[in-house]
Nanobody, 125 residues
Framework: QVQLVESGGGLVQPGGSLRLSCAASGRSFSNFAVSWVRQAPGKEREFVAAISAGGGTKGHADSVKGRFTISRDNAKNSVYLQMNSLKPDDTAVYYC??????????????????WGQGTQVTVSS
């Protein structure tokens, strides 16, 4: 079992940057792969990025490659999403989600069992 809490969302102008954080509780956090998933109004949840339990494998959606970077610090039970060159289309609620998977990652949203409450990111001038 793991509990997840996101923070760092807010309002930013196009071209700006934000850093999202996901804080986890639970002693076995280092056994979980973690992803960032977003949901815009009226749309389905969309995979954004994922990182393996040990941090050695990462994946990013084509829509964010070169702009977003996922990372983690298992000593701090935290996962981060650095978002640069933000666009209005990036506006969404961003969730972190965990999957008990000791190696590799999944890009399938349905594979993630534990979810945070989400943090709103709004990109607007």
């Amino acid at each position: 079992q793991v509990q997840l809490v996101e923070s760092g969302g807010g309002l930013v102008q196009p071209g700006g940057s934000l850093r999202l954080s996901c804080a986890a509780s639970g002693r076995s956090f280092s056994n979980f792969a973690v992803s960032w998933v977003r949901q815009a109004p009226g749309k389905e949840r969309e995979f954004v990025a994922a990182i393996s339990a040990g941090g050695g494998t990462k994946g990013h959606a084509d829509s964010v490659k070169g702009r977003f970077t996922i990372s983690r610090d298992n000593a701090k039970n935290s996962v981060y999403l650095q978002m640069n060159s933000l666009k209005p289309d990036d506006t969404a609620v961003y969730y972190c989600a965990a999957d008990r998977r000791e190696t590799g990652i999944s890009v399938q949203v349905a594979d993630y069992d534990f979810w945070g409450q989400g943090t709103q990111v709004t990109v607007s001038s």
